[in-house]
């Protein structure tokens, strides 16, 4: 027997529809392109959204075809997901911190016909479009008067192209699976590989995300989302935030520290998100300048694993509260979030602290485990780390044209690639990714503790641990240091530093000094080139 109630698909631009109709006139706020503040709202957000609906039609775009956006967090890039969504089509961010082989190699795997970019990437766009053959035309999302001379393919200003049609549409009914947009992992290993969602899974993952143990989002909030569109599905605020009709604040392509604290107090943030990197030139102009936060209550921060100090600093000397949280491409992207639930409200602290540095708890619609290698299940006891897997409405099942095979184990759980602890109330905590784990004795060493804790030491900059080989207990830890400028710590120190903190066999059979560290696109240390530059080292242990 089938339930009565109402078949009423879950469609992005019902998101909008609900934004546009209940939050009309709730500001949306952004820093454009073209350097000014830009002041509209819900309302007339749906009206355009509309109109590049209607205008990519005109264009001959249709269902299952990809649009691609290469922009900063404007009010017209917002537009544009929810236009080309709201006819079927799929709208594919290109991520420009990509290296160009890399741009190239997305697009052409999209097959994305329409391209609307930025004014920032139009020389990088110029130099590519040779390459890229399936883009028949190039929209600048500026308007005439900023328009620059360009040998772009069809190239037209946005306000031009949208203007060119009015608002008078209806949006197009179609399955709730049907895909609506893409993203590719960049992997540190092969080519990226295209992640799909569909209208149903971003809007339940928007629902889910704006939770009050999640985001906890509400109409009186003003967010900012720092983190770009084009990471990750833009952590979803692009859904769950007009759902709940909290004011947007977007801060187009300034990122520093100086300009995020700008928007942050002249726009009353209360709410904001992005990766670690961010709040650190946050935290340093505000260290410079002895500026304050006063409208700011919670900063989501995840990415990559929140430093003690910056969790420490927001909610000691600022009053903000920091939630961590781990999510990736695949899983839409929120998989957990470290909000402080009944079990740990009564620690304060250096054990509130401890809690804190976890990647957290997961939602409704995340089904998280650890698994060993042969997939047994292993305990919630905080202490055990194994494979991180999850399943779920919003979670990947496979990726774009089948690369990379089937994703998912027998019982349907995704490899997620990273080593978790979780413990007895649910709380994730990511110990290290699954190739960086050094196996020294059939025991698993995580190199992101050690990481930590070397980045602790007053002389060091940035700290890197590898597995090198040994033969007697398979691999044993190598600690590779970039040290401040001026000081040259020694491996005595640095070891006498870490001992006792850690458990004996953890300790580092040696540590090397280097200039610098290789770095992929996103910013995250690429631990494969190093394993291959110290392939052939020799621990002095061997
Ligand atoms: P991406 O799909 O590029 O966002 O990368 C996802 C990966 O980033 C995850 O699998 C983790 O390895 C890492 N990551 C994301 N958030 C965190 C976090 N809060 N702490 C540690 N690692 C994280």
Redesign the pocket.
Known sequence: MLGLMQDWPLLIHKIIDHAGREHAHRPVISRSVEGEMHFTDYGTVRERALKVAKRLEKDGIRLGDRVATLAWNTWRHLETWYGITGIGAIYHTVNPRLFEDQIVYIMNHAEDRILLLDLTFVPLMEKLQDRLPTVERFVVLTDDAHMPETKLRNAVPYETWIGEVDSDFAWHSFDENTAAGMCY??GTTGNPKGVLYSHRSNVIHAMTAALPDMLGVTSKDRVMPVVPLFH?NGWSLAFSVPMTGASLVLPGPRLDGASVHEILETQKVTCTAAVPTVWLGLLAHLDKTGGTLTTLKRVVI?????PRAVTERFERQFGVEVL???????TS?LGTVCSITDDYAHLEGEALLDIKMK?GRTPFGVEMVIKDDADRLLPRDGKTFGRLKVRGPAISRAYFRGEGGNPLDAEGYFD???VATIDEFGYMQ?TD?AKDVIKSGGEWISSIDLENLAVGHPDVAEAAVIGVAHPKWDERPLLIIVPKAGKEPTKEDLLAFMQGKIAKWWMPDDVVLVPDLPHTA?GKIQKMALRDRFKDYRLPTA
Do not use: L
Request: hydrophobic share 25%; with cysteine.
């Open positions: 992992t960049s990750a995840g990415g990559s694993a929140c961590h949280a781990w999510g990736m491409t695949e992207p990647q997620t690639g990273d990511i990714r996103t």
